[in-house]
T-cell receptor, first 115, second 113 residues
Framework: KAGVTQTPRYLIKTRGQQVTLSCSPI?????VSWYQQTPGQGLQFLFE???????NKGNFPGRFSGRQFSNSRSEMNVSTLELGDSALYLC??????????????FGAGTRLSVL | AQSVSQHNHHVILSEAASLELGCNYS??????LFWYVQYPGQHLQLLLK??????LVKGIKGFEAEFIKSKFSFNLRKPSVQWSDTAEYFC???????????FGKGTTLSVSS
């Protein structure tokens, strides 16, 4: 079974630009969560989608948005990039998204550098 | 707000030494607990998990963790570390069904041969 696939693996953007990251979950998984990982801060939760609906949202500004398609693939978008947005963005998928016994499986991440 | 604390930011050990990484969370109800590991250049992998039952759980690669409810702790242990255990370790908690995982800031383990 293929794992969680994130594309692209690396991105370099400049301040003010926008970026879209993509995540394909494990087949059969309906929940996709996004995290921002930075040195010293660990993983900070961005949002979670389940069956095309945003079910949970972290404490990030509105510049960060996402969506999920009917095939469970998800995208996240960051508009008006700032230097502080440089990070590893991780996607995780699970079957039910937070139910008892639910386990999240992570992709390799997209490393975004904002210059 | 609920939080997860990993007290050790960076741990340095020699091969064959014993390991214990601390994890404490701030929530008094039923929790799901996880330890994930991120080896250099690799994606996060699940080491072990606790949902209910026996508070001593065993994971992959000889790791185990003990859930102590009275201490709100879920410490990770390994009796004898190897150089290949060099990685970053994250503790995570889910405080109720349908909510997001809350991660600690991670502990970097460096094992010298």
């Amino acid at each position: 079974k293929a794992g969680v696939t994130q594309t692209p693996r690396y991105l370099i953007k400049t301040r003010g630009q926008q970026v879209t990251l993509s995540c394909s979950p494990i087949s059969g998984h309906r929940s996709v969560s996004w995290y921002q990982q930075t040195p010293g801060q660990g993983l900070q939760f961005l949002f979670e989608y389940f069956s095309e609906t945003q079910r949970n949202k972290g404490n990030f500004p509105g510049r960060f948005s996402g969506r999920q398609f009917s095939n469970s693939r998800s995208e996240m978008n960051v508009s008006t990039l700032e230097l502080g947005d440089s990070a590893l963005y991780l996607c995780a998928s699970s079957t039910t998204g937070g139910g008892t016994g639910d386990i999240q499986y992570f992709g390799a991440g997209t490393r975004l550098s904002v210059l | 707000a609920q939080s997860v604390s990993q007290h050790n930011h960076h741990v340095i050990l020699s091969e064959a030494a014993s390991l214990e990484l601390g994890c404490n969370y701030s929530y008094g109800g039923t929790v799901n607990l996880f330890w994930y590991v991120q080896y250099p250049g690799q994606h996060l992998q699940l080491l072990l998990k606790y949902f209910s039952g026996d508070p001593l759980v065993k994971g992959i690669k000889g790791f185990e963790a003990e859930f102590i409810k009275s201490k709100f702790s879920f410490n990770l242990r390994k009796p004898s570390v190897q150089w290949s255990d060099t990685a970053e370790y994250f503790c995570a908690v889910r405080i109720q069904a349908g909510t997001a995982l809350i991660f600690g800031k991670g502990t970097t383990l460096s094992v010298s041969s």
